[in-house]
């Protein structure tokens, strides 16, 4: 039977409720004993259990371990991560409880555990956050980049046991169970995300069903797929609607912006984030949001002064029909694709997209911009880049991550387009990547005259 010290016999000689306490009594006298030895682990466990093994206590009776009904101060292990390479990682459950199935990714951002839950780019997929101590600012409303969580479950090293933040509303373990969201903690977050190095991203089954085997499990990981799979879909809106909340004023850095609704911008939800669109109407921008199916012909009659293509979740293969969409709009008006938009382009454009290793999730990758040698800090949620060696003669690679050198921004001046494959209103530099907004405003204007 595993205790806090490690383990002792299954048998429990015959003691008195009298040498407990005062045993007890003494260890915490001495604030140097930090551990305790087989025997005072085991009376600190009798002296969780119920009034009833008090009373056998008092009496002098013999115990059995096994037998006592004990309430331990302390959560068990009661969930389970099985990798479809077959490794099995017990964890403790927060959040809703069930089984669940997606892809395993690691996201090496410090904070924003609550944008990252609510960004539709991770529908499909389990988060791991490499950042072990997780929780302890709790979540609050206004830190919400869409209307409801879109992964699949949450993985973290250590929960926060408290809160400490004057944002905070509620606790993440309580945020997750309304959410309907899984979560697990008391994991090796660290030896996973080497082996998600190593083998690239995996399949994972997350589970607190005591009835499934590990066998169930894992032959659930091996029959599922991500590739292929349009994700777009269950994240778009269902009807196009009008956007004109701005960046509060307290979070506003940019005090020059254009007058609101200078310019009339449609913007593809592939998934988008609601900072992307405070960011544009804070540049100005009138913005009418509409659905991933949205006919490039109903755009045009709208006579837009530009389109943005947003981010979104899963493979760009998988959604043809979005990629006629940027083929029907690209040279008619000026675009700017982010994310998922930018390797639409990209397909759009001729060229090819292909899965990475492990993909980029975090708000630190470096970013190069070609054109004048500028490096900014960029955050990141993708796992698919375009091929700039698949790409047609004028269009031009403008930005590189410089962890691998892949395509991170692309413009085809012709065109009137650019894309960019991180997410520039995130801006964890803090500020670093808010310029492409602006630059998509020189699109518009120069367009315009």
């Given at each position: ?9 299954k ?14 009594l ?22 969780c ?20 009904d ?6 068990t292990s ?5 990798l ?12 809703a ?33 490499t950042n ?6 709790g979540?609050?409303?206004d ?6 969580c879109?992964?699949?479950g ?19 373990g ?5 959410r309907?969201i ?24 997350l589970?607190?069903d005591d009835s ?7 032959e ?21 609607y ?19 609704g200078?310019?009339h911008?449609?913007?593809y ?6 900072n992307?669109l405070?960011?544009?109407?804070s ?5 009418t ?15 837009p ?11 760009p293969?998988?959604v043809?029909?979005?990629v006629e969409?940027v083929?029907d ?6 675009v ?9 382009i ?12 492990f993909?980029?999730h ?9 054109r ?6 960029s955050?990141?949620?993708h ?9 047609p ?14 395509c991170a ?18 801006s ?18 120069t367009?315009?005259?």
């Amino acid at each position: 039977m595993a205790t806090m010290a490690g383990t002792v016999s299954k048998f429990c000689p015959t003691t008195t409720f009298e040498n407990i306490k005062e045993s007890r009594l003494k260890s915490l006298r001495n604030p140097n004993m930090l551990q305790f030895s087989g025997t005072s682990a085991m009376q600190y466990r009798l002296l969780c259990t119920k009034e009833s093994s008090y009373q056998k206590l008092k009496a002098g009776s013999t115990i059995y371990a096994d037998s006592m009904d004990v309430e331990r101060p302390w959560k068990t292990s009661d969930a389970r991560l099985v990798l479809e390479d077959g490794s099995i990682w017990r964890a403790k459950s927060f959040g809703a409880t069930g089984t669940q199935v997606g892809e395993v990714v690691f996201n090496t951002s410090l904070t924003g555990y609550q944008e990252i839950l609510t960004d539709p780019s991770y529908a499909g997929q389990f988060v791991l956050m490499t950042n072990p101590h997780i929780g302890n600012t709790g979540v609050n409303p206004d830190d919400e980049e869409s209307s409801q969580c879109f992964l699949g479950g949450l993985i973290i090293r250590s929960l926060s046991i408290c809160t400490s933040n004057w944002r905070c509303t509620e606790t993440l373990g309580d945020y997750l169970a309304k959410r309907n969201i899984m979560g697990i903690y008391d994991v090796d977050t660290r030896a996973i995300t080497r082996r998600l190095r190593q083998d690239g991203s995996l399949i994972g089954v997350l589970s607190t069903d005591d009835s499934r085997t590990d066998e169930d499990l894992l032959e659930m990981a091996k029959n599922w797929n991500i590739v292929g799979v349009d994700l777009i879909t269950g994240v778009s809106c269902d009807a196009p609607y009008e956007w004109s909340e701005k960046t509060d004023s307290e979070w506003e850095f940019k005090r020059d912006q254009h007058s609101t609704g200078e310019y009339h911008v449609i913007a593809y939800d592939f998934g988008i984030k609601h900072n992307i669109l405070r960011r544009l109407t804070s540049y100005g921008c009138k913005i009418t949001v509409v659905p991933s199916t949205w006919p490039a012909s109903e755009t045009l009659k709208l006579k837009p002064d530009g389109v943005l293509f947003s981010n979104g979740p899963g493979d760009p293969a998988a959604v043809p029909y979005a990629v006629e969409t940027v083929k029907d709009i690209i040279g008619k008006v000026p675009v700017f694709g982010i994310c998922m938009g930018h390797q639409l382009i990209g397909q759009a454009l001729g060229g090819k997209t292909f899965k990475m290793k492990f993909g980029h999730h975090g708000g630190n990758h470096p970013v190069c911009d070609l054109r004048n040698g500028r490096v900014d800090i960029s955050a990141q949620n993708h796992n698919y880049a375009v091929d700039p060696a698949s790409l047609p003669e004028g269009a031009e690679v403008t930005h590189i991550n410089l962890n691998d050198n892949s395509c991170a921004g692309l413009a085809f001046p012709k065109l009137k387009l650019m894309s960019l494959q991180y997410h520039p209103e995130s801006s964890p530099g803090p500020h670093d990547s808010d310029l492409a907004f602006g630059e998509f405003i020189e699109l518009m204007k120069t367009n315009k005259v």
